[in-house]
């Protein structure tokens, strides 16, 4: 499709900066006294305007010929040759006007014959310059396409480093479980496989309603359950307008994970994880907290879960996905860990060090 014709924005722009050129050839003509000011409108903003729309034409040679594709020498003969054959054109369209407009204005068409070979060459020059706006709108597509697949790879890495991450330190659990209590293990297995048959089917989907999202996180905590038992507090606070929010997939479960490794595994008593919601202003404000003791020291792992989260934020949303960590005190005087993710909110899709 042509990239000028298929924005209107676009076109819109191109014939306002036709306006410059009108306003010249008009002054032009004007000033010359062969013709009066009605005439000369009546000639030049017609002929011009149309010869603007013929001008696009010009897009389908450059896309034929890309300049990074071309020879120079094949590219200034073609271009040429097709600017002086649309002079051609043009002069042609203006003598059939010209003849049209001396049915109104006596022999207006006699009288503007010494302006056709200024048409020519001002035909020819107008031409070759759509060929390099042509050629300009190109490269700035072609970088623009570059970026997005950059940056859709850029999400594709990142999100194929969660599924490994969570899986290594699940697998971890059940075989810490699996000395202690193997009827656990087994249970631990069979919903860890539900758990990874869900991530498998929303693996393709670049986003998911915050409401899938966080039934993925309840399945994982459900896992961990299995190991914890009671020992393991699950509350929520979701704002019910924020369930329809896309996010990207796996984004908040790192967070959940981040909360049983580094806080729920090093309390010897019960500890809570808390998911909360709110939205407004179209921004999405998701934050886990969680009980830890800052004297436990957890196992170190490849440490990519929170900085992971963080990046395909960015990479996402640029400036406007953030994610922020803080260790705070409870109303009751523990100590707890929260990450707060901030996002756009929309009705479709629109990216720290990760211990404690």
């Not at 076109?11 to 050129?21: D, E, F, G």
């Not at 500890?271 to 969680?290: D, M, P, Q, T």
């Not at 756009?344 to 404690?356: I, V």
Request: charged share 20%.
């Amino acid at each position: 499709m042509h990239p000028i014709l298929a924005n209107p924005a676009r076109l819109r722009l191109y014939l306002i900066s036709w306006v410059p050129m009108e306003v010249l050839l008009t002054w032009g003509a004007y000033g010359s006294g062969v013709m009066t000011l009605p005439e000369t409108l009546s000639f030049i903003l017609p002929l011009l305007t149309l010869y603007s729309l013929f001008c696009l034409s010009s897009w389908y040679l450059c896309n034929i010929m890309p300049l990074s594709r071309t020879a120079p020498g094949k590219l200034v003969v073609n271009h040429f040759a097709a600017a002086s054959a649309m002079g051609a054109f043009w002069v042609l369209l203006a003598v059939a006007w010209a003849w049209a407009l001396s049915r109104f204005f006596p022999a207006f068409d006699t009288r503007i014959e010494r302006f056709y070979p200024l048409f020519y060459v001002a035909g020819v020059l107008l031409y070759l310059l759509t060929v390099a706006l042509h050629y300009l709108l190109s490269s700035v597509e072609s970088s623009q396409q570059a970026q997005t697949l950059a940056r859709e790879s850029q999400l594709k890495a990142l999100k194929m480093q969660v599924n490994p991450h969570f899986l290594f330190n699940s697998l971890n659990s059940i075989s810490a479980l699996a000395v202690a209590d193997g009827k656990r293990a087994r249970e631990m297995c069979i919903k860890l496989s539900d758990f990874l048959r869900t991530t498998l089917q929303l693996g393709d989907r670049e986003s998911i309603p915050l409401q899938e999202e966080r039934a993925l996180c309840l399945n994982y905590l459900e896992v961990e359950r299995v190991r914890f038992g009671s020992r393991l507090t699950i509350e929520q606070s979701i704002d019910e307008a924020c369930g329809q929010c896309h996010v990207p997939s796996l984004i908040v479960q790192p967070l959940v994970e981040n909360a049983m490794k580094h806080g729920i595994s090093g309390i010897s008593d019960s500890g809570i994880v808390r998911i909360e919601a709110r939205c407004g202003k179209g921004i999405l404000v998701i934050r886990v907290s969680n009980a830890y003791d800052p004297e436990y020291q957890p196992r170190k792992g490849s440490g990519i879960g929170l900085v992971n989260v963080r990046q395909r934020l960015h990479a996402r949303y640029g400036d406007q996905g953030k994610l922020e960590v803080a260790r705070e005190t409870s109303n009751t005087g523990f100590p707890l860990f929260r990450a707060e993710i901030r996002m756009p909110c929309g009705d479709t899709p629109a990216n720290l060090a990760d211990s404690h």
